[in-house]
């Protein structure tokens, strides 16, 4: 089980990222710099529209 990814909308400037379920460092926008996902501990919160999953296949 290696963690899904997930597409994320950023709020503030609708870009579309790609980000790690278990995120272990706070992932910001790379265009406006906006925490687009803040890690827990296990799966990561998400701030903007989660638009899909990726999941990995081994
Ligand atoms: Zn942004």
């Known amino acids: 089980m290696a963690g899904n990814f997930f597409r994320v909308r950023?709020?503030?400037?609708d870009n579309e990222q790609v980000v790690f379920?278990?995120?272990?460092?706070?992932?910001?926008?790379a265009v406006?710099?906006?925490?687009l996902a803040t890690p827990t501990g296990g799966d990561a919160t998400f701030s903007g529209e989660?638009?899909?999953?990726?999941e990995q296949r081994a």
């Open 50 to 54: 989660v638009l899909e999953t990726v």
């Open 21 to 29: 379920g278990k995120a272990s460092t706070t992932v910001n926008c």
């Open 10 to 13: 950023c709020p503030d400037c």
């Open 32 to 35: 406006c710099g906006t925490t």
